[in-house]
Each structure stands twice: as structure tokens, then as C-alpha cells.
């Protein structure tokens, strides 16, 4: 098994992430500069936090128009899995690889707070590890994480079950009043069509070990190890 | 040699032109200028008169403080690397040293103060990498006119967004803060900045050329006109026309290509093949390679410098102050392998010059001389400056508020220095690069190399003002006392000296007390002042204002990895140290005008007890007390407790008399030997406090809404 964590100019997330999925988990992890492409075949591959290009233009954009993202692309289509999270969301969203998109926040500024989120699914390669509905507590860091997209394409996430966690209260309640960055339904991460690609604004990697307060990010992670292992 | 260059565009003796068309006129004095024509035995040309306004300000040479400043204990067993490079070295551990450093953005700050205090940081993180670190934590005390002020709002607010989006775009975390509000800082707000990194203690660079012969390179953005004469402008009164004026002297930030610049700059020190490294800073590439240089001498070929604007002049070229950009010495062989790692990172590079045997400072322009000086009198020759002190006392009686406690309460609670700063630590990134193990209240607590680097800083401005002193020694003491809660001792401290003009004998009085009341503080802790910077000139004409003196302090320490943590229910809640009715500088004197006198010195033994105690797991939770007094403490600490407040009631709650805790136990006899008091239990439903026959009732929707001020106020 092996996973990649690809570096972009301004990411600063890669290696936080890859610390946690390399030294907390054990996984074989490579840092990989984005103008390398992906040098090998993975089995995940984790756009991680930060800010490409300096969020220049829109979060995300710019990266996503990197010749890496081809071979993320053709990755993608092979079924394999891909975690965008924060930064790696946008790009993920801007490469078309979910639907939707992360909009400048409600109240316009960065928001760094831990939160929590309901697990919407269990099906899906980084949520088996989890039960349906559970409430968890992870970080947020951004200043462009509202998720917005058309009514049609909503009601077909819903239909199906492709949101994976939204913003709510500590009791699981979901309400405008937990909706931090005013998220369209308060969705905070999303699969893609073949539900081997999440994009999430919460920082799973934040919440990896006691010591920082919450474990419940782990659980993202172990679930893709666990799907790489099932499904060799 | 090709003669001096004296057909400059915009050059002449009155000042060269700003693209802008308007003279910046030259702010070296004519006592300067005539003593170094003397030394020179001739005229200066622009590029030189440039380089002296820059290099001899008070900005670069702290001329006017530099005797003040030696006064100061600097060494350690730890201290690797102490004042005088770009950054401090302290050791930490046996594989990692701390590299920190502390910096004012002031003046930008007020011209414009996104990209003001953006810079700021940009600068002392450069700072940081320039020693070879990796920069992994930020603090930032700021200091505002009161924040009822819609103009003050705007400036906090742009500071904030200004800080927060330069310091999370190059993923470094800030995690601590302070904020203090005072209407005499509403011509001159102050912004300071804390970097902390860490490298191995035999790795680290230093910005002194070692090899002459060596190439210069130049590394990162293009140069442009924009923060002309920075340096010389930090230097002066910020005018009624300020904002419009200076703003060509604001430098505009780009933190994408700083977070590639940290990057590279790393890998290339990883190579081992730097042999010196400084960042552009104050007084641009004619500061940074002239101080760096100082051990031998340069030669810069200024028209070699990647320009972002056509037909700049030497003087335009070498004082820039355009930003993300860094001066690496390496040797001839070396100069393609660390090209192509800035390559990589997609910085433009070019060797602009080297490091030659003559002690001269010499910088050409297609060839021709544009300046030629003895190098040492430029970095080190400004002639020191001797400033008249008087003696003031601003302490004024003390009346007693005529409000009830409830009305007191909720005056001093709701202030913004005891009040939640939630709507700006929300908008920093403080978890990235995971360390962040402890934010809250009193310190931050970061997990470094199995232990914990702590973090803690600011002043009380308000109390130093009535006893520069006492109010700058207990300060100091306040930040360890916010290390102490957590069992942390101090490592090192660095501080920026924020001040009105020192011409003013009141203000030079002012400074030399902060200074003395410092020093003999870090003597009596055994710690060391590794580093800092002055700021001068703080005061406004537009609002016929000075600053209170503000010598804002960041404090390094060491302990174990520990959250703070608010009392549990049931537990016994006592108060150690002694209260007196000290109100002077209080938050209830900035709320009532109630006057008095400032604390008198802290009790250095109680530090270490505390320390101890929280260490020895006898403590369940403690914090110490500063603005705010002891009602401020109760609500952090334990806002629901009943407690009983002994003597008169206003001095027992609100008094800010220094060295004193709030701490929660289990058993009374842990806290044997000290002065303490047992004032009652941490639990129940709100916060229940008798003193004599009066008594108060906080609930904790009362308190939830005091601690949102800040927020309420900012977000309207």
C-alpha cells in the first residue's frame, strides 16, 4: 500500500499530513512535488491544506490546471482513491472531481474553530470506519469553505448519499446556528460520483492524535486503509 | 575605476524624486551630513546621502538607544546566538534550538493597515528563516484607540485580516496575542510580531559574510519602488497628511512567494552550502548587504537586480523595501545547484554582486561608482545620540467608583483586554503545522521534541505609564507568570520598545526606566533578552497625542506538554498572594478614571512555587492575575463558584496589585508556605461572589455576553 501527499507552491498542509498518514499511521507516504507529476501508481492519493498560488484568483483554481491533476485524473478514473481536504477540496471541486463549489464564507473572513460535523454516510471508501449519524469533532481553517451549488444537483447529492458530513450542533442537531461558514445545507464534505473522492473542508490530519485534543480525524484515514486493504 | 556617478535621474542635494513626483526630503540631519563630509573629505552622492538617512536611523542603528540597550543581560548557558544578527539562537533541547525574534510594524500599520501589518510578519519570518529555521509559531500584541471608534475599528480590523491572511497563507500558526485598547494610540497603533523557529543547534546561518571573493545572490521578487525609505519613515511623526503621503513607503506583501521563499530557502541551508544568509528588511538590499558584508566589504552591481519597474535609479534600487526577497552568500561552484533549487520554487535569482577583501561599501551602476564608502561607517559609525531625561509621575489619587459591583462588574468584564478575543484568534490559523496542544487563557503550549515550547506575551502599558519601572519589570513578570500556570520556566525573552519621541525628556525618562525595570527583572529571573527592536517617534499630531510607553515583550519557555485547564466542580478555589488597593492603570481605572497608584514589584519566590505546584499535579487548575484583577480570573477560571471576597470589596475584585494566582485544589495543605486564601468552590450555576455585605451574581448568559464584546462590537 502506498499513498501520496502531493505538494503544490503555497501548500502548507502536506506535511502535517503526511506525518500523520507516514509516523502516526504507518502508511508508505511520499511527498510529491506537483511539478514531478505522480511518479509511480498509488493507491490514494491526499491533496492536502494550505494555499496554492497563494488562493490567487479562486482557492484552488490554479492548481487544478496543473499537468499533476492529469495523472490525478487518470487515477481517479481507475477507481482508486483521492481526499482533497481544505485547500484540496477546492481543487478537487475546481477540477470537476465533485460537484459544487467553495465559496467565500458567509461572514467574509478565515475561520480557524474545532466543530462538529454528522456523518451523513458509511458507505463510502473514508467512512466505513464511522457509524451513520455519528457526531464528531474536527478543526476548520478557511476563509473560502462555503459549499454552494444548484438545487438540482443538491437534491441529487442527497438522493444519493453522496454528502458525507454537514456542520451541527454537539448533539448531531443540524441548524443555521452550527452552519459556520453558511454552507448550502450545511455540507461541509462531499463524494464524487464513484465515491472514491472526498472533499472536505474539516481537517481530518488536525485530529489525528490525543495529544491535540480529538482522534475522530483518524478514523478518515483508517478507513481509506482499510478499503485499499479489502479491495487490494 | 570609473568615476562617481553623478548624473542620477531625480538625483540632487534636496532630495531625490518618488515616482509619485512628489521629494522625499532627506531626514539625515545637517550635523550628520557635515560630519560626514568631514570623515569623507568630499560631497555625497544620492546613493550614499540614501544609504546613511536609512542606515543611521534610529530604525537600523538605534542610535538613540543603543547605550540603554547594553544595559541589558544578553548571555546564558543557552544562548547560542544573542542580539546583533537577524535573529536569536537559544537552545532548546539537546537536538533543536528556538530561533526568535520580535518586530514592530507601526507606522505602515496606520498608512495601511492590511498590508502594514501583512508585512510585518512577512519580515520577521524572513527573520527567522534568514538563521536557516523553519518558522513554526507567531505572536501578535497590538495595541488601538478604543475600539467605540469607528476609525479604530477599521484599523483593527484590516491589521487582523492583515495578520491572519499573510501568517495562514505561509502556514505558519499564531497562537498567541494580546490586545490592549487606549485612546493614545489612536494616531498610532501599534503592531509587533513574535516569530519563534527551530533549527539544529549546529546548523543555523548567520548573516556574516565569511569568504571574500564569494557571489552574492540575490533570491525571490523582483525589486520595485514600492516601501522607499521604510527605514528613515519608521523614524519620524506620523503627519496629518500621513495616510496619503507615505503610502510609496508601504510595502505591499506577497505571501505565496514568502511560503516559497521559506521553502526554498530551507532546502538550499539544507545543502550546507550557504554560507550567509540575511533577508531584505529595513533600509532594502543597501542595509542587508552592507550589514551583512561589515566582516569584509561589497561590491554591488545594482543594475544587476531583477527590477519590476523601468528607469529606477541606484538609490530607488537599493533601498527598496520591496518584500520576499533574501541575500545568500555561497561560494562560485555552489551558485547552479542553489539556482536550481530557486528554480523549483519558481524565484527568479541573480547574482547582484560579492564579497570583497577592502573594508569598502561599494555599489556600481552599468559600471559606473554610485557609491563607495568605508564600510564600517556606514553599519556602524552613526554617532550616537544623547537625549535630556525629567522625571514624571502620572499617578493620580484614588477615588472610589460611586457605581455598585454589578454596574463595575460588567464595565470591567466587557472591556476588550479582559473580554474574549475569539473574533481574532478565529481568523489565525493556530493548529497548522501541529503542535498546537494548549491555546487557551494564559499561554500557548506547542509540543516541540517530547516536550513543550510555551509562549507567552505583551505588557500593561496603562500601569508602566504611572511606573515605567515597576509596570515593565512586573510585565515581564506577567508573561512568566502565564508560563508559570502551565509549569513552564522561562528560556528567553525579545522585546519591541514601542515609544513617543525621545526629545521630550519625559519620554527618554520613560524609556530608561522600561529599560532598567526590564533588565533588572531578566537579571532577577536568570533569563536573557536575546533580541528585539525600538520604536521611536510614536506619537500624533493629527490627535495631539504620544503612546503610553509600551515595551511589548515576548517570553520563550520550556516545560512539559500540558493543557490548561478551567477548575473542576467541587473544587477549593484560593488566592495566593497578597492584594493591595493598587488601581493606577487598571482596567477599572481605564473604565471609571478612578485613579491611584500602579503596583509595586511582584514577589519573584511566587513564581516558582506555582511553577512547582502546578509540576507536582497538586494543582487542578491555576491562572494568575492581571487585568481585570481577580473578577477577570474568577470568570476564566471558574464561572460557576460561589466565593467570598475579604475587605473592601472593589479592591478585593478589581485591584491589579501583581503576583498574585487564582488557583483550584483539592486539599488546602498543598499550598503550605504560601500567602494564600481559601475564597470558597468552583461549581454551582453562575458565578456567586459575597464581599461583606454586599454581593454580586454573574450568570452565565451575563458572562457569555461580556466575553463576546469584542466580537459584538466588530461584528455590529
Known amino acids: 500500500m502506498r499513498f501520496a501527499v502531493v505538494r503544490f507552491g503555497g501548500s502548507n498542509c502536506d506535511r502535517d499530513t503526511w506525518h500523520v498518514l507516514q509516523e502516526v499511521l504507518g502508511v508508505d507516504t511520499d511527498l510529491v512535488w506537483y511539478k514531478e507529476g505522480l511518479p509511480r501508481g498509488y493507491d490514494a492519493v491526499v491533496l492536502p491544506g494550505g494555499f496554492s498560488y497563494g488562493d490567487y484568483l479562486r482557492a484552488g483554481a490554479i492548481a487544478a490546471r496543473t499537468p499533476v491533476m492529469q495523472d490525478i485524473q487518470r487515477h481517479v478514473q481507475e477507481g482508486k482513491l483521492v481526499l482533497g481536504i481544505c485547500n484540496g477540496a477546492q481543487m ?29 454516510t458509511v458507505s463510502s471508501p473514508f467512512t466505513s470506519r464511522f457509524r451513520e449519524g455519528e457526531v464528531i469533532r474536527l478543526p476548520i481553517a478557511h476563509k473560502e469553505g462555503r459549499f454552494i451549488t444548484p438545487p438540482e444537483t443538491m437534491a441529487a447529492l442527497n438522493r444519493e448519499h453522496r454528502v458525507a458530513f454537514r456542520f451541527c450542533d454537539e448533539k448531531g442537531k443540524v441548524s443555521e446556528a452550527t452552519n459556520h461558514n453558511g454552507s448550502l445545507e450545511s455540507v461541509t464534505g462531499v463524494l464524487g460520483q464513484f465515491r472514491n473522492v472526498l472533499a472536505l473542508m474539516p481537517h481530518p490530519e488536525r485530529a489525528s492524535e ?23 | 575605476m570609473a568615476g562617481v556617478l553623478k548624473d542620477i535621474p531625480g538625483g540632487g542635494p534636496a532630495g531625490f524624486m518618488e515616482p509619485h513626483g512628489h521629494t522625499i526630503p532627506y531626514m539625515l540631519s545637517s550635523e550628520d551630513l557635515a560630519h560626514l563630509r568631514r570623515e569623507l573629505g568630499r560631497d555625497l552622492t544620492p546613493l550614499e546621502t ?9 530604525h537600523c542603528s538605534y542610535r538613540s538607544t543603543r547605550k540603554l540597550l547594553a544595559t541589558l543581560p544578553t548571555t546564558g548557558p543557552n544562548v547560542i546566538v544573542g542580539p546583533g544578527d537577524d535573529a536569536a539562537v537559544v537552545r532548546f533541547s539537546e537536538d533543536l534550538a528556538v530561533v526568535v525574534g520580535m518586530e514592530s510594524h507601526n507606522h505602515p500599520s496606520y498608512v495601511d493597515p492590511y498590508h502594514g501589518s501583512a508585512t510585518g510578519v512577512g519580515g520577521i519570518v524572513r527573520d527567522v528563516v534568514s538563521m536557516g529555521a523553519r518558522p513554526i509559531a507567531l505572536m501578535d500584541p497590538l495595541y488601538f484607540g478604543t475600539l467605540t471608534d469607528e476609525k479604530n ?123 550567509s544568509c540575511k533577508d531584505l528588511g529595513a533600509a532594502g538590499l543597501a542595509g542587508a548587504s552592507s550589514e551583512m558584508c561589515s566582516t569584509f566589504g561589497a561590491e554591488i552591481h545594482a543594475d544587476r537586480v531583477r527590477q519590476r519597474e523601468a528607469g529606477m535609479t541606484p538609490p530607488e534600487i537599493m533601498l527598496s523595501e520591496s518584500q520576499e526577497r533574501m541575500l545568500i552568500e555561497t561560494r562560485a561552484r555552489d551558485v547552479p545547484a542553489l539556482s536550481r533549487i530557486a ?33 564600517r561607517l556606514l553599519t556602524h559609525g552613526a554617532p550616537l545620540c544623547q537625549w535630556e531625561t525629567k522625571p514624571r509621575h502620572l499617578a493620580r489619587p484614588y477615588a472610589r467608583p460611586a457605581a455598585d459591583l454589578a454596574a463595575l462588574a460588567a464595565l470591567v468584564l466587557s472591556h476588550p483586554e479582559v473580554a474574549g478575543t475569539e473574533w481574532v484568534t478565529e481568523q489565525y490559523d493556530h493548529d497548522v503545522q501541529l503542535r498546537s496542544v494548549s491555546l487557551a487563557r494564559d499561554a500557548a503550549v506547542l509540543r516541540l521534541d517530547g516536550a513543550a515550547l510555551v509562549l507567552s506575551c505583551g505588557c500593561n502599558p496603562r500601569q508602566i505609564a504611572i511606573r515605567p519601572y515597576e509596570g515593565t519589570a512586573n510585565s515581564l513578570y506577567e508573561n512568566a507568570a502565564n508560563l508559570a500556570v502551565v509549569g513552564a520556566e522561562p528560556l528567553c525573552i525579545v522585546n519591541c520598545l514601542n515609544f513617543a519621541s525621545p526629545v521630550h525628556p519625559e519620554i527618554c525618562w520613560e524609556l530608561e526606566e522600561c529599560i532598567r525595570g526590564l533588565g533588572d527583572m531578566a537579571r532577577r529571573m536568570g533569563v536573557p533578552v536575546v533580541g528585539g527592536n525600538v520604536s521611536l517617534y510614536n506619537e500624533s499630531d493629527e490627535f495631539g497625542t504620544q503612546i503610553r510607553p509600551t515595551p511589548s515583550i515576548g517570553l520563550v519557555g520550556k516545560g512539559d506538554v500540558r493543557t490548561w485547564q478551567p477548575a473542576p466542580e467541587g473544587a477549593l478555589l484560593a488566592l495566593v498572594g497578597e492584594t493591595r488597593a493598587e488601581f493606577g492603570g487598571s482596567v477599572l481605572d481605564a473604565v471609571t478614571g478612578c485613579g491611584g497608584d500602579a503596583p509595586a514589584l ?71 508556605g504560601l500567602p494564600f486564601r481559601i475564597l470558597g468552590e468552583a461549581g454551582g450555576d453562575g458565578l456567586r461572589i459575597t464581599a461583606g455585605k454586599e454581593r454580586l451574581v454573574l450568570t452565565a448568559e451575563e458572562l457569555r455576553r461580556y466575553e463576546g464584546t469584542v466580537t459584538a462590537l466588530m461584528r455590529g
Open chain 2, 153 to 275: 475599528r477599521y484599523l483593527f480590523e484590516h491589521v487582523v485580516a492583515g495578520i491572519g491572511d499573510y501568517g495562514n497563507c505561509i502556514g505558519v500558526p499564531v497562537v498567541r496575542g494580546e490586545v490592549v485598547v487606549d485612546p493614545s494610540y489612536r494616531g498610532n497603533p501599534l503592531v509587533n510580531v513574535v516569530c519563534v523557529g527551530i533549527v539544529h543547534p549546529d546548523r543555523y546561518l548567520l548573516a556574516r559574510a565569511r569568504e571574500p571573493g564569494n557571489p552574492l545572490l540575490l533570491v525571490g521578487s523582483s525589486t520595485g519602488r514600492d516601501g522607499m525609505g521604510g527605514a528613515s519613515f519608521a523614524s519620524r511623526d506620523l503627519s496629518e497628511d500621513s495616510e496619503a503621503e507615505d503610502r510609496p513607503s508601504v510595502q505591499i506583501g506577497d505571501p505565496y512567494t514568502e511560503k516559497l521563499i521559506i521553502d526554498a530557502v530551507l532546502e538550499m541551508a539544507e545543502t550546507g552550502t550557504v554560507l
Open chain 1, 92 to 120: 478537487s471541486a475546481e477540477a470537476g472531481f465533485v460537484e459544487g463549489t467553495f465559496a467565500v464564507n458567509a461572514y467574509p473572513k478565515f475561520l480557524c474553530r474545532p466543530v462538529h460535523l454528522r456523518v451523513e
Open chain 2, 602 to 672: 511582584a514577589d519573584i519566590a511566587v513564581l516558582a512555587r506555582i511553577r512547582e505546584l502546578v509540576n507536582s499535579g497538586s494543582c487542578l487548575a491555576a491562572t494568575d492575575l492581571s487585568q481585570g484583577g481577580l473578577l477577570a480570573a474568577l470568570a476564566a477560571l471558574s464561572p460557576d463558584a460561589m466565593v467570598e471576597v475579604e475587605g473592601d470589596p472593589v479592591a478585593g475584585l478589581f485591584s491589579e496589585t501583581c503576583g498574585r494566582f487564582l488557583v483550584a485544589v483539592r486539599d488546602e495543605s498543598r499550598l503550605k
Open chain 1, 210 to 232: 490525543e495529544v491535540l485534543g480529538s482522534v475522530d480525524g483518524r478514523r478518515i484515514f483508517e478507513s481509506m486503509i482499510r478499503h485499499v486493504e479489502i479491495e487490494g
Open chain 2, 50 to 58: 540614501a544609504c546613511f538617512e536609512n542606515l543611521w536611523s534610529e
Open chain 2, 343 to 375: 528554480e523549483k520554487y519558481d524565484l527568479t535569482w541573480s547574482e547582484i554582486g560579492k564579497v570583497i577583501p577592502e573594508p569598502r561599501y561599494r555599489v556600481l551602476f552599468h559600471g559606473k561608482v554610485a557609491c563607495d564608502l568605508p564600510i
